[in-house]
């Protein structure tokens, strides 16, 4: 379980890093900055996708807005880009 959140901190932020979404400014490090209102997300239901796929226009269109504050996928069994 703690490989995947992992895996997910790493491909958020790739997503954040290529996708053209809002910066998230941090003006003081010692404050919990609650990320998710600001990120948008897409539930790979077959856990197939890789990467590049996800990164391609075609996949892109798929990603909506998150309206969680802090996002909780619960204990699915499947992929969860953002």
């Known amino acids: 379980m703690m490989y995947r959140h992992t895996l997910f901190i790493f491909f958020l932020a790739i997503a954040m890093q290529t996708v053209a979404q809002e910066p998230v400014i941090l003006t003081d490090a010692a404050s919990l900055v609650s990320i998710g209102k600001q990120i948008e997300v897409f539930e790979d239901p077959g856990e197939t996708l890789s990467l590049q796929q996800i990164l391609s ?5 798929l990603f909506k807005k998150s309206i969680q504050e802090v996002p909780n996928y619960g204990t699915k069994q499947t992929a969860v880009w953002s």
């Open 57 to 61: 226009p075609k996949y892109q269109s």
